[in-house]
């Protein structure tokens, strides 16, 4: 079975603090994805990876940073945390590279929630 | 305006009665996916469609690509379906994964 996890479940961060939230997948898989989830407005992409060192903004980047060192680990980076970065993170990964994994299965890790005081 | 829209929102059944969710999409799109999230978070995929219907034990979806919609039953229903699903299309304006809200379905024992 595929498995991705995520450094925490439960994270607490002051404003202003650089977070790095870390997200592991074993299944070799090329595409990389960190996704936010906020009631009532749904999964949101935050930015998305294709490779090792490969990165694409998704809908909402700003904010966020992230690094792709090595094939099975994607980090979230926020440079200086606010009160409206409070949310649930996602990681997820698939397959194939390139357009042909927006037809794959995304398997997802389960999640952070980041709270931001 | 959302691209995707789902309903309803929220659902409330007795065990074993037939579910529907409804997902309807306003852009042309290639393939749909049906996502389940249990209370705690983890996100499981069930489906992709590109045409027709699918169907895994008591689940069921379909899809009218014509008529942008597509629907997921759910038969015989258990209090362990108890979730929310999300539907999420491929196509649209960035040709990106783009979601629904989600519909949080409660099943009663």
């Known amino acids: 079975d595929v498995k991705v996890t995520q450094s925490s479940r439960y994270l607490v961060k002051r404003t202003g603090e650089k977070v790095f939230l870390e997200c592991v997948q074993d299944m070799d898989h090329e595409n990389m994805f960190w996704y936010r989830q906020d009631p009532g407005l749904g999964l949101r992409l935050i930015y998305f990876s294709y490779d090792v060192k490969m990165k694409e903004k998704g809908d909402i980047p700003e904010g966020y940073s992230v690094s792709r060192e090595k094939k099975e680990r994607f980090s979230l980076i926020l440079e200086s945390a606010s009160t409206n970065q409070t949310s649930m993170y996602l990681c997820a990964s698939s397959l194939s590279a390139g357009l042909g994994s927006l037809y794959d299965e995304q398997y997802f890790g389960p999640g952070t929630r980041l709270t931001v005081t | 305006k959302n691209e995707v829209e789902q309903s309803p929102q929220n659902l409330t059944a007795q065990e074993g009665e037939f579910i529907t969710i409804n997902c309807s999409y306003s852009?042309?799109?290639?393939?749909l996916h049906w996502l389940q999230q249990h209370p705690g978070g983890g996100i499981v995929s069930l489906f992709m469609l590109s045409s027709g219907k699918k169907k895994h034990g008591r689940l069921i979806a379909t899809i009218n690509i014509q008529e942008k919609h597509s629907s997921l039953h759910i038969t015989a229903s258990h209090p362990r379906d108890s979730a929310v699903y999300i539907c999420?299309?491929?196509?649209?304006?960035?040709?990106?994964?783009?979601f629904g809200k989600g519909t949080l379905l409660t099943v009663n024992p």
């Open positions: 852009v042309g799109i290639s393939a």
């Open positions: 999420a299309v491929v196509g649209g304006s960035n040709y990106k994964l783009t």
